[in-house]
């Protein structure tokens, strides 16, 4: 859960707790720093915490920040001389936290990392609205029920390090990013990082839902890829053992996935007996689609139809159909993750391990890491290996230990000298995290002679991964 601190004084903080208390606030925990009992309500949800204390004490505010992490601060104070001392005492505990200030008497507020509500500004917009012939804002836009919404882009949420282009959007859209108060034009290869603000425009129940999912820093994978698990299946080119094998891992990984369904395509169906085995093993499964192609349509017809039809959010895929070049291409035009379908058994794999190389691609996959981590209950071990000494990856596992006590997880990291192929390999019942390169599907004949990890991670046919798409 997130952690939000406010600290409150004044008729505007009464109203504000008031209004805050009467919301569905469960997926936050709320620590309330308040001087005055008169702004208290009678109701006090029980992830609220009320210190009665002045916070312009300095030690006493950091008796507080020190306990724990938070993800989001508001300052609704009744005076400027408060707010201004306050405003000081957390950049003096935490120069580089975010944090939200209300503001009624033109405070000169350059931080770029203060979100700055000017009460004046607030004011004047909103009494300007009812002249005639004077554009409104978004919330008086349509139908006046929550079409257009603003979304802030959180620190760990798993839409950040994402492609807009690789982001399902049904029914949905983003249409607006501002990014340190500029606005970006809208392009399929702009990537989303945390604490960029999007403007996004559908139906009011969608956008709920979306920002949801872009709010909450876990527990939402495929998301934002798609939504469901897609198992594909060539029964021309796959043993019977190949496909029931897919079938398990795919239900395994539809069961523990946050509301995904399993999708199971067949194609080129060979024998009865093959056909009687998987429908017997899925049989038991109430949230599953099983589609059968007897017509031989080919796979680009049926992925271009099925990718949109059933919210495809994560291939399941063997080593056999790996190589194939067709299949392979209009994956890879999907931007889509890829379970790549490994020997070990799944049921077996406690841990989720990453095999660090570059700084700005393994930062894109982190947020994904946890997110999976979490909902597959894995502990996360992390392989910072540097044989040849020349790679400082300081800010990169600094990144990851931020992320860690965001999603509260604990984090082993492996720092030494030695291969990082030959620690990988001395792992048993592992799922791997990789990022997806169009190189790992390409023939590689002399492959001793590449010293990239994440390519020679992809040639160990026994290990179960999970394949990324990123920004390279």
């Keep these: 859960m997130k952690r939000v601190l406010i600290l409150l004084d004044g008729v505007v903080a009464k109203n504000l707790l008031k209004r805050l208390v009467e919301l569905d606030t469960s997926h936050s925990i709320y620590d309330v720093v308040y001087m005055n009992d008169t702004i208290l309500t009678e109701k006090k949800p029980s992830n609220f915490t009320f210190y009665k204390f002045d916070p312009t004490s300095l030690s006493k505010l950091k008796m507080i920040m020190a306990k724990v ?281 406690k841990t989720i391990v990453m095999v660090l190389n570059s700084m700005k691609v393994y930062e894109q996959l982190s947020p994904t890491l946890f997110d999976i981590s979490s909902q597959l209950k894995y502990k996360v071990n992390v392989i910072n290996c540097d044989p040849i000494g020349d790679t400082d990856r300081t800010k990169l596992i600094s990144h990851l230990d931020s992320l860690a006590k965001i999603f509260n997880q604990d984090i082993k990291v492996e720092t030494n000298g030695k291969n990082p192929m030959d620690v990988l390999m001395e792992k048993d019942n592992i799922l791997q995290i990789l990022p997806l390169k169009e190189e790992m599907f390409k023939k590689r004949l002399i492959r001793f002679f590449t010293t990239n990890s994440d390519l020679l991670s992809y040639d160990l046919k026994y290990l179960n991964q999970i394949i990324i798409p990123i920004i390279e």
């Design 69 to 349: 992490s938070y993800n989001d601060i508001l300052v609704v104070l009744g005076n400027k001389d408060d707010t201004v001392s306050v405003i000081d005492n957390i950049r003096s505990i935490n120069p580089n936290i975010n944090f939200n200030v209300y503001n009624e008497w033109d405070i000169d507020l350059t931080d770029k990392n203060i979100q700055n509500y000017n009460a004046i500004d607030v004011l004047t917009s909103g009494l300007i609205e009812r002249l005639p012939n004077v554009p409104i804002i978004a919330q008086n836009i349509g139908l006046k029920q929550g079409e257009i919404m603003e979304i802030k882009i959180p620190f760990g949420s798993a839409y950040a390090y994402r492609y807009i282009s690789s982001i399902s959007q049904k029914e949905w859209k983003i249409f607006a990013l501002y990014r340190n108060n500029t606005m970006l034009n809208v392009r399929p290869s702009l990537i989303l990082k945390p604490n960029d603000v999007i403007l996004v425009i559908g139906k009011p129940k969608v956008l709920l839902q979306a920002y949801a999912a872009i709010s909450m820093s876990f527990g939402h994978f495929p998301m934002p890829f798609g939504k469901n698990v897609y198992v594909y299946l060539d029964l021309y080119l796959q043993t019977q053992e190949d496909a029931l094998n897919a079938i398990k891992k795919g239900r395994f990984l539809s069961e523990r996935l946050n509301g995904s369904k399993l999708i199971i395509r067949i194609t080129k169906p060979t024998t009865v007996d093959t056909i009687d085995k998987i429908k017997d093993l899925v049989k038991h499964i109430d949230n599953k689609i099983l589609e059968i192609d007897y017509y031989n349509l080919g796979v680009l017809n049926l992925m271009t139809s099925d990718i949109k039809k059933y919210e495809v959010g994560l291939f399941v895929l063997t080593n056999t159909l790996l190589q194939n070049e067709t299949l392979v291409h209009k994956v890879l035009a999907s931007k889509k993750p890829i379970f790549k379908v490994g020997v070990e058994n799944i049921n077996n794999i």
